[in-house]
């Protein structure tokens, strides 16, 4: 499959935080690092996300007493998982992982950072109607279709290709670049709701 000079490929939270060794660890986060360089090398236009929260964010337990990780609860916008802190600004977890090697990405667009809002989407924070500018961004660009690997699979990756789709890109989500969380079967339904919008499902040796 030939890319298209209009697509870019948006490299999603490839943080020390969601690493094996962090504190919202990805199972074989690290192991996709070197596959998305190498895909990286295939596109003119690379895009990364960072998951960049306050202290004391609105989706950390430690900000609700009595709240564990992974509690469920209820915040203005709606439901909010609650994680370990993670991606604290300026911290070490919220830097990029050491071996990724993305020279030519011309924009970090960091998300989260609202501390009563959580943002897993590179586009639309979880309030659903503040945006990050990213679809303006990419439309000025002149870019139709977007490829989304990093992590995590089934929460971060999965919203942002959701609200690209709904920006109206041709949205893609390279599966063998991405790992998931996989929290109470999120992944399943992960795939199903990227199914359902239109997002295409590939592999990265229809790219390389
Ligand atoms: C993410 C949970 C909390 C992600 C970010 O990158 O998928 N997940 N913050
Ligand atoms: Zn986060």
């Known amino acids: 499959m030939a890319i298209s000079s209009r697509s870019a490929l948006l490299v999603i939270d490839v943080q020390n935080d969601f690493i094996p060794g962090g504190k919202l660890a990805v199972p074989e986060g690290e192991q996709i690092v070197p596959l998305i360089n190498q895909l990286a090398g295939q596109f003119k236009q690379v895009v990364i996300a960072q998951d960049w929260h306050p202290a004391g964010h609105a989706s950390f337990a430690s900000s609700h007493p009595g709240r564990k990780p992974y509690d469920v609860i209820q915040l203005p916008y709606g439901e909010q998982t609650l994680w370990p802190d993670h991606c604290v600004q300026n911290t070490a977890g919220a830097e990029f992982h050491s071996g990724l090697d993305l020279p030519h990405a011309q ?43 990093g992590l995590a699979l089934d929460f971060c990756v999965m919203f942002s290709a959701l609200d690209a789709r709904s920006a109206g890109f041709n ?16 992944l399943a339904v992960a795939i199903e709701r990227m199914q359902t919008a239109g997002v295409g499902l590939i592999q990265s040796s229809e790219l390389i």
């Open 107 to 149: 924009l970090i667009i960091r998300k989260g950072c609202n501390p009563d809002i959580d943002s897993y989407s590179a586009f639309l924070e979880a309030d659903r109607s503040t945006t990050t500018g990213l679809a303006g961004y990419l439309k000025e660009r002149g870019i139709d279709t977007v490829y989304m690997v």
């Open 171 to 186: 949205a893609f989500v390279v599966l063998d670049a991405s790992r998931a969380i996989d929290l109470d079967g999120s």
